[in-house]
């Protein structure tokens, strides 16, 4: 509800305004009074007093008189407020509302700076508003051309017969008061001095002259421009230059025009400057910005009413101070007639760059031609080089070269060589070059000059085109590909159409995996290689299942994937592609005979040992599943993996990056070799720099972000579930983090635990400081599930031990009362043994598979799993995280949680997967206040290092500080 004050106010500002000039601008005030008769009572609380107003109204045909009203008297400051209200409120008078239009653009000028120093008739300081541009004057008239009478219906003193004052002149008092009174605050006078920062009146009789000066050129009743004539390089450059200006002299602010004939300072032996331009002087009107006329008609004729007797006065005080800002023009103030200044190129080049802008800032403009190109332009482009050529088939063993060159365009028209060449030889800031004129900069006459950059091999080729950037000189530049090499990058980038499933396939294939089939065809085709990394159970075998149909080449398909997923494959290539052989490269009796042109599948500890005779015969693919057990190029697997050729390679993984981009080159090196190049370059020009975006050290590095994205992203096709339209069918899954507490033993043991390695951390370093780390963390998580597993103690007495342990049994309880089948991960084959012992004391049905267990034993316990034989399935996180099918339980328990959550959520896949029929819900067990109850913060930073480029991984805990390990791992009680 609004209060008697804003009341009032609304009542003040039905009334008519109309401003009272004083004797100091300052000390204006306005009048608000009813032109209807009524009284007006100030308004309580608001610095108001009633008077009574002199107005002048027309009655009749009897014409103007003077009228007694009783109004209200309000100073200027506080009524400014007031009268912007008034602005856009509905129901004030409209007088009152053109001051508020007046007293917004006050406003708009001070806050633009446009206050000048003057002083009164009388030698008083006062502050005025300007300089007004030809907006402000627009502004300003139609405001005055919008004021009823009752906004200026005071009398002018001692006028007769009785006049008012005219709406423009008392707005510009107006004006001239509100700048006056805004900067002198209370505080102002103690800052600044006392004159024109103290409200009590300055005397200043000596400061007119100051002042003027001061306000030269700005306060004019004209501005100057500066138009440009390029054809002034034919006027100047084909005739004698050594005297281009036979009008020298000076021209002072009396326009006397006294001649100077040794202004020009230049000998008769010295060099003529290289004119390259003229500028023309214009004269503008700000009374009327209409009006406009080049300084030599304004000397010559005058220029008529419209500029008034001062014109020439105000052009040369207007070209004083532009002077100042860019002294060439001090040329002009040396001549008679300030009408044409010759420049030279250097001189061009300053207004082209900063000189302009400083011109611009005083009040002049610079006027260039409407034909002048400022959109030359140069990218360095990739084409092939002159003698190579290739079939187009297969990019990476055509034996090719690429020729990388500056490529200068006009607009989006590339320069010819011979057009270049013109260029490289020019030495003047515009050049006449298809009929126009453009400006050259330096720069690019220099890459005219020099526009080879020598030669690329095909896969620095390739990496130039898909980034569109390139090295110059130690600089990112922008590099296109033309010619084959565009049709190629065009290729590979394209969203083309997906191919039909291939005869043979007994499967119908969702869009998304027809889309992964095209994309795959176009890589291997390519001899380009590619990782597809899906999540898990979105596919990825039955689309490569469906790539060797599609290929039908007389060579095998070779796959090798953890022991695991052996059986996997095998069935899903009998179920997928009846009639295909398949035979496994595994086992004492293994071999190689006579391989037909159907798939060979071996594991990755099979293919280390047998290298060599796996690297004798021909394939025609080559995948690696779960391709991150290579991801460490330097192991063993990873070497004896190149050793094998191939002409297509196909890496499948859901995790293409865990703990850092290495492991993405790892990948990509193997199945596009070269690509991203040597790993050291590429730890260098992208990962480090990557990894560190969004720190300290990496802040503002989004660019190199998106460069390598757009490098690696046409080689990696990455598909989420969570992606719109893929795999619509999987039912929801609901996540709960389950907090638990520790009992005292464990308190115990993790305290002393934090205590005594800490302190050898601290006294530690490099790969010595990292073991230590990684040995507390794991020494906690083990304290964290249960004292047994940390003190290597049998399983005789586990029961009240660990909090873990004790809600685990309570969610069984309740899971195995609904019938239902449960899926227990941790990522310990100690900790599954001790879980294992106690479920067998409590009698509850489970079976244990960990890294050790045979792999005809893990398909006899898959199958008793999904008959529903077995209720409980313990798992070991690593040797049971992928490959494998168990949609049949409803529940998966993480016991401990991982480093990365990209490998929980594959362990959570083995249930959460196509296929599945019923919602999943996955528990997670939380040590309260540990290591583990804080470690969430971290996964999702984890997070932000390949989401930038492909969708997951991790950062390295290691590096952490003393101080942030100790915040990290530190014993936080529940409040």
């Known amino acids: 509800m609004r209060d008697e004050q804003s009341l009032g106010v609304d009542r003040l500002l039905r009334r008519a305004a109309v401003f009272l000039p004083g004797s100091l601008p300052r000390d204006g005030r306005i009048a608000f009074w009813d032109p209807e008769g009524e009284s007006s009572a100030a308004v309580e609380g608001l610095p108001c007093t009633a008077a009574e107003l002199t107005v002048v109204r027309r009655h009749g045909t009897d014409g103007v008189h003077r009228h007694t009203v009783q109004a209200v008297l309000m100073p200027l400051a506080d009524a400014v407020p007031l009268l912007v209200r008034a602005r856009y409120l509905a129901s004030a008078h409209p007088a009152t509302r053109c001051w508020g239009a007046a007293a917004l653009h006050a406003l708009n000028l001070v806050a633009r700076g446009r206050l000048l120093p003057g002083l009164t008739a009388d030698d008083h300081d006062a502050w005025r508003a300007g300089p007004r541009d030809a907006e402000d004057v627009a502004h300003l008239r139609a405001v005055a051309a919008a004021m009823p009478s009752e906004g200026h219906a005071v009398p002018l003193p001692d006028r007769t017969p009785l ?203 610079v006027h260039w031609p409407r034909e002048l190109a400022r959109s030359l332009t140069a990218a360095a482009v990739v084409r092939t080089a002159p003698g190579s050529a290739t079939d187009g088939t297969s990019f990476f063993d055509a034996e090719q070269l690429f020729a990388f060159a500056w490529q200068l365009s006009l607009g989006d028209e590339p320069l010819t060589e011979a057009e270049m060449d013109t260029l490289a030889e020019a030495h003047r800031p515009v050049v006449r070059l298809r009929d126009q004129w453009v400006v050259v900069d330096p720069a690019l006459v220099r890459k005219a ?66 889309r992964g089939l095209a994309w795959l065809d176009r890589m291997t085709s390519l001899g380009l290689g590619g990782c597809l990394a899906d999540d898990m159970g979105l596919g990825k075998t039955i689309t490569v299942i469906a790539l060797h149909l599609h290929r039908a080449h007389s060579a095998p398909t070779l796959v090798i994937c953890p022991a695991s997923l052996l059986g996997n494959w095998h069935r899903e290539i009998n179920r997928f592609a009846p009639g295909v052989p398949v035979r496994r490269f595994h086992g004492t009796d293994r071999s190689l005979a006579e391989p037909d042109d159907g798939f060979v599948l071996t594991t990755y500890g099979t ?172 020494s906690l998580k083990q304290i964290c599930n249960h004292p047994a597993q940390y003190l290597k103690e049998e399983p005789t007495r586990l029961t009240g031990r660990s909090g873990k342990l004790a809600l685990l049994d309570e969610l069984l309880d309740t899971i195995l009362s609904e019938d239902g089948s449960v899926l227990i991960f941790t990522q310990y084959v100690t900790m599954a043994k001790l879980l294992s012992a106690h479920l067998a004391s409590r009698a509850v049905p489970s079976q244990l598979l960990h890294g050790g267990t045979p792999v005809p034993e893990r398909e006899r316990m898959v199958d008793r799993f999904q008959a529903a034989e077995v209720p409980v399935f313990l798992l070991s996180l690593k040797a049971a995280g992928t490959g494998l099918n168990l949609t049949r339980a409803a529940h998966v328990i993480h016991y401990d949680r991982w480093w990365n959550p990209a490998v929980e959520e594959q362990a959570t896949d083995r249930a959460y997967r196509i296929g599945q029929t019923q919602p999943v819900q996955v528990h997670r067990l939380i040590a309260e206040g540990t290591v583990e109850d804080r470690i969430g913060e971290l996964l999702e930073s984890k997070r932000a290092l390949a989401d930038a480029v492909l969708g997951t991984g991790e950062t390295a805990l290691t590096e952490l500080s003393d101080r942030d390990l100790a915040d990290l791992v530190s014993l936080r009680r529940p409040a």
């Not at 085109?465 to 590979?492: F, K």
């Not at 992208?686 to 994205?709: K, M, W």
């Open 607 to 778: 293919m280390r040992s047998s290298a060599a005779q796996l690297a004798a015969h021909t394939w025609g693919l080559v995948v690696a599943d779960e391709a991150q057990h290579v991801k460490n190029p330097h192991s063993s697997t990873a070497k004896a993996l190149r050793t094998i050729p191939a002409p297509a390679r196909v890496a499948l993984t859901g995790t293409p990056v865990e703990n850092n981009l290495s492991e993405l080159w790892a990948l990509l090196d193997w199945t596009t070799p070269g690509l991203l190049g040597p790993l050291k370059a590429f730890r260098a020009r992208h990962a480090r720099i990557v990894e560190n975006t969004g720190t300290a050290a990496g802040l503002g590095n989004e660019e190199a972000v998106e460069r390598l994205s757009r490098l690696v992203r046409p080689f990696l096709l990455r598909r989420k579930k969570s992606d719109p339209g893929i795999a619509p069918e999987l039912p929801p899954k609901t996540e709960t983090d389950h907090a638990v507490f520790l009992t005292r033993e464990q308190v115990t043991l993790y305290e002393a635990a934090v205590r005594e390695t800490m302190a050898h951390i601290e006294a530690s370093e490099g790969i010595a400081r990292r073991g230590l780390i990684m040995k507390l963390l794991s």
């Open 163 to 365: 006049q008012v004052p005219e709406p423009a002149a008392l707005l510009g008092s107006f004006l001239d008061a509100v700048a006056d009174t805004l900067p002198r605050t209370p505080a102002a006078a103690y800052a600044m001095g006392a004159p024109f920062a103290a409200r009590e009146a300055q005397h200043l009789p000596g400061a007119r002259a100051w002042a003027v000066e001061v306000a030269a050129g700005l306060d004019a009743g004209v501005r100057v421009s500066l138009r440009l004539d390029l054809s002034a390089y034919e006027l100047f450059n084909t005739t004698d230059t050594t005297d281009t200006t036979d009008r020298t002299g000076t021209y002072g602010t009396d326009g006397d025009g006294s001649a100077d004939a040794d202004s020009d300072d230049r000998s008769e032996s010295a060099p003529a400057a290289r004119h390259a331009a003229a500028a023309i002087t214009q004269v503008h009107s700000l009374a009327d910005p209409t009006y406009v006329i080049d300084a030599a008609a304004l000397w010559h004729d005058g220029g008529g009413d419209a500029f008034g007797p001062r014109a020439r006065i105000d052009a040369v005080l207007a070209l004083r101070r532009a002077a100042r800002v860019w002294s060439p023009l001090e040329r002009l103030l040396d001549q008679p007639v300030p009408d044409v200044l010759a420049l030279t190129e250097d001189e061009l080049y300053e207004l082209l760059s900063d000189a302009g802008a400083r011109l611009a800032g005083a009040g002049v403009t």
């Open 449 to 514: 000059r020099k526009r080879e950059l020598g030669l690329l091999d095909p896969v620095d080729a390739l990496a130039v085109a898909l980034t569109g950037s390139a090295e110059v000189d130690g600089e990112q530049v922008d590099a296109v590909p033309v010619g084959a090499l565009a049709a190629l990058r065009a290729r590979i980038i394209s969203d083309e159409a997906t191919v039909p499933p291939p005869p043979g396939l007994d499967a119908t294939l969702r869009d998304y995996q027809l």
